[in-house]
């Protein structure tokens, strides 16, 4: 697996679920370095991932990318392209689109509960 098929692969995954879309960022001239591989957003929740070969971590700028995206309340997170890290990202992306599914629902609930 190399990481452009991680990508694509993430990419199916999310956009097969409700109430979700991930795009690759590609990156150019008006582009800030480092930004991360891919963005999902869901129920209006954003997620970054860093897409890494097995032997490579990101480099400075890309971790700085993925703290300032943290701190401004995203996730954002590096995934090896290993089967092993594929299926933890979705093990988390799945109990993070439960939670924010529940979350929806009552939401909805509530709205029309207090009318």
Known sequence: MTSTTLQR?????VNNQGQTK???ITVNQFMERGT???LIVCFGFTIWIECKNPQEEPTPIQRKRLREWTGAGAHAWV???T???????????DAIYDQLLEAFNRGVRDAFNST
């Open 9 to 13: 692969r993430i990419l199916k995954y």
């Open 22 to 24: 991930a795009i690759p």
């Open 36 to 38: 991360p591989d891919v």
């Open 79 to 81: 995934i090896h392209d």
């Open 83 to 93: 089967q092993e890290d594929y299926e933890r990202f979705i093990r988390q992306f």
